[in-house]
């Protein structure tokens, strides 16, 4: 199964998937803002609440992001410490790719950022117009899982022009 989707569907077809994922979540993308989900009973909550819930369960969660988050994000960030020691997060400037990869089964590759305009949960009026991919095609998720882990792994980083804006640097390989 290969689906494009675009605008709306990346809440409804990606976001909520994540409350769902069992061993492994991995997600790369440029920008972070506070975002928000909606559970079970309507109510909202923050998408960090559910990746709190989630590495209580245990389940692996890597975040790589290209710049700090702004500051709504980063007040949500302090609400759930087993985030702090739980969850894998580098930062890497140069990063603009936006994958979702869910329990190594299922990838999102596309345009949308880990936003609430980027992932289609703001009015119709404020969301962003993005596009991608999902699919649980096992070329393409190994291919983007094997890039993202060069990246996490910092392959990259001996070479890298953009050190000096590094500011939480990958350990150099």
């Given at each position: 199964?290969?689906?494009?989707?675009?605008?709306?569907?990346?809440?409804?077809?990606?976001?909520?998937?994540?409350?769902?994922?069992?061993?492994?979540?991995?997600?790369?993308?440029?920008?972070?803002?506070?975002?928000?989900?909606?559970?079970?009973?309507?109510?909202?909550?923050?998408?960090?609440?559910?990746?709190?819930?989630?590495?209580?369960?245990?389940?692996?969660?890597?975040?790589?992001?290209?710049?700090?988050?702004?500051?709504?994000?980063?007040?949500?960030?302090?609400?759930?410490?087993?985030?702090?020691?739980?969850?894998?997060?580098?930062?890497?400037?140069?990063?603009?790719?936006?994958?979702?990869?869910?329990?190594?089964?299922?990838?999102?590759?596309?345009?949308?950022?880990?936003?609430?305009?980027?992932?289609?949960?703001?009015?119709?009026?404020?969301?962003?117009?993005?596009a991608g991919i999902l699919t649980d095609e096992p070329g393409f998720i190994d291919a983007a899982m094997?890039?993202?882990?060069?990246?996490?792994?910092?392959?990259?980083?001996?070479?890298?022009?953009?050190?000096?804006?590094?500011?939480?640097?990958?350990?150099?390989?």
């Open positions: 199964m290969t689906t494009y989707i675009a605008d709306t569907d990346h809440y409804s077809k990606v976001i909520a998937q994540i409350p769902k994922v069992r061993r492994l979540l991995w997600i790369a993308t440029s920008d972070l803002k506070d975002l928000y989900v909606e559970k079970k009973d309507k109510s909202v909550a923050p998408f960090l609440q559910v990746l709190n819930d989630l590495v209580k369960r245990g389940v692996e969660v890597r975040l790589i992001h290209a710049k700090e988050p702004g500051q709504a994000f980063r007040e949500d960030f302090d609400k759930y410490p087993a985030l702090w020691s739980k969850m894998e997060r580098r930062l890497c400037p140069r990063v603009h790719m936006k994958i979702v990869v869910i329990d190594s089964e299922l990838v999102y590759i596309g345009s949308a950022n880990l936003t609430g305009a980027g992932m289609g949960m703001k009015s119709a009026t404020n969301r962003n117009f993005e094997s890039h993202f882990d060069s990246i996490w792994e910092g392959t990259h980083c001996k070479q890298c022009g953009r050190k000096d804006f590094c500011l939480d640097r990958i350990k150099e390989k």
